[in-house]
């Protein structure tokens, strides 16, 4: 069964870091594009950075420099590390793929990034 479980999320204030962590069952990683998406309140969902099978990333403009996608492949989990943390990244992040032509999504992590 396909599953994808985000963790790490909470309240951090501005200029902190977190990291996120999303833990995939029924599917290998390294195989599929893996993406972080991000949804604040009153807002659509946002791309906020991938990762592509040969490793290349992707991200965000409003996140470039500050944000880092990972895999680890012998834990089959994709990792979001943040760092210099702005109220405006305050959102429910959700990790992604799509697995045998079927979008999968993970429950969800609150971040919240606040004084």
């Known amino acids: 069964q396909v599953q994808l479980v985000e963790s790490g999320g909470g309240l951090v204030q501005p200029g902190g870091s977190l990291r996120l962590s999303c833990a995939a069952s029924?599917?290998?990683?390294?195989?599929?594009?893996l993406k972080w998406y991000r949804q604040a309140p009153g807002k659509q969902r946002e791309l906020v950075a991938g990762?592509?099978?040969?490793?290349?990333?992707n991200y965000a403009d409003s996140v470039k420099g500050r944000f880092t996608i990972s895999r680890d492949n012998a834990k089959n989990t994709v990792y979001l590390q943040m760092n210099s943390l702005k109220p405006e990244d305050t959102a429910v992040y959700y990790c992604?793929?799509?697995?045998?032509?079927?979008?999968?999504w993970g429950q969800g992590t609150q971040v919240t990034v606040s004084s």
């Open positions: 992604n793929a799509n697995v045998n032509f079927v979008d999968r």
């Open positions: 029924g599917f290998t990683v390294s195989t599929y594009y």
């Open positions: 990762i592509r099978l040969g490793g290349t990333t």
